[in-house]
């Protein structure tokens, strides 16, 4: 019994990233079906709330490493529920902020674990692309704290209306992708400059990536011949 257990929680730890990418992709795959109407804020969260437990879960290999995430996961859901329940704008903000962090810490710890190893698994590969899709969601919570701060930060062209949480997602991707559609334009200095550094961050993660495969298929290749 004990070896059993003993291989499943083996296997489960070799999985961190495994759950973390499931929990981003249910996220912007359904959001878009289930952002609108009056139970979509709470429908919205229950997708974040997923990302957060399977966030401190991915980065629960050191226990510095899963204290800090849980300092910051903890307020960022216990305020984002409340958020919810009572619409408090300030509650909203600082909920803003713990989740930006959460988002920034778990993306840099799984950066730092997909640049660190020499051997990729199918992990290290799902861990990558949760790394790419934690920095969109950054910049969308960074985005939606600046316009809670200073309404009109961004505009919506033509059609016009008060942008939420939803609507920085699109706009977060399509900056880190740099497809530049201009349906949503950043108006103030900061916005700009968010917009500016997320388009920045996401060209030269994938040339990291890239180069960081490489030398793991370097490395592979040198072992190999010895």
Same mark, same amino acid.
């Given at each position: 019994?004990?070896?059993?257990?003993?291989?499943y929680l083996a296997r489960a730890r070799?999985?961190?990233?495994?759950?973390?990418?499931a929990s981003l992709v249910l996220l912007l795959a359904v959001y878009p079906y289930v952002g609108a109407g009056p139970s979509g804020p709470a429908a919205l969260k229950v997708l974040t709330s997923f990302v957060l437990i399977t966030g401190v879960y991915a980065?629960?290999?050191?226990?510095?490493?899963?204290?800090?995430?849980? $300092? *910051?996961?903890?307020?960022?859901?216990? &305020?984002?529920?409340l958020h919810v329940i009572t #619409?408090?704008?300030?509650?909203?903000?600082v909920e803003s902020v713990?989740? $930006? *962090?959460?988002?920034?810490?778990t993306? &840099?710890?799984?950066?730092?674990?997909?640049? #660190?190893?020499?051997?990729?698994?199918t992990d290290t590969i799902y861990g990558a692309v949760s790394v790419y899709l934690l920095m969109g969601l950054t910049w969308a919570t960074a985005y939606d704290l600046v316009?809670?701060?200073?309404?009109?930060?961004?505009?919506?062209?033509?059609?016009?209306?008060?942008?939420?949480f939803p609507a920085f997602i699109y706009f977060s991707f399509v900056t880190l992708a740099t497809l530049g559609y201009g349906d949503i334009t950043p108006v103030t200095d900061?916005?700009?400059?968010?917009?500016?550094l997320e388009t920045v961050s996401g060209t030269l993660y994938i040339a990291v990536l890239i180069a960081r495969l490489v030398a793991a298929a370097g490395w592979r290749n040198d072992a190999g011949s010895e």
């Open positions: 019994m004990k070896s059993l257990l003993s291989r070799a999985m961190q990233f495994h759950y973390l990418l980065v629960s290999n050191r226990r510095r490493q899963v204290v800090i995430a849980a $300092l *910051l996961a903890v307020p960022a859901f216990g &305020l984002g529920w #619409g408090d704008p300030a509650t909203g903000a713990f989740t $930006l *962090l959460f988002y920034a810490f993306a &840099l710890v799984g950066l730092s674990r997909v640049l #660190g190893t020499r051997r990729i698994t316009e809670s701060i200073n309404p009109g930060s961004f505009s919506a062209g033509s059609g016009g209306g008060t942008l939420a900061q916005a700009r400059s968010l917009a500016l």
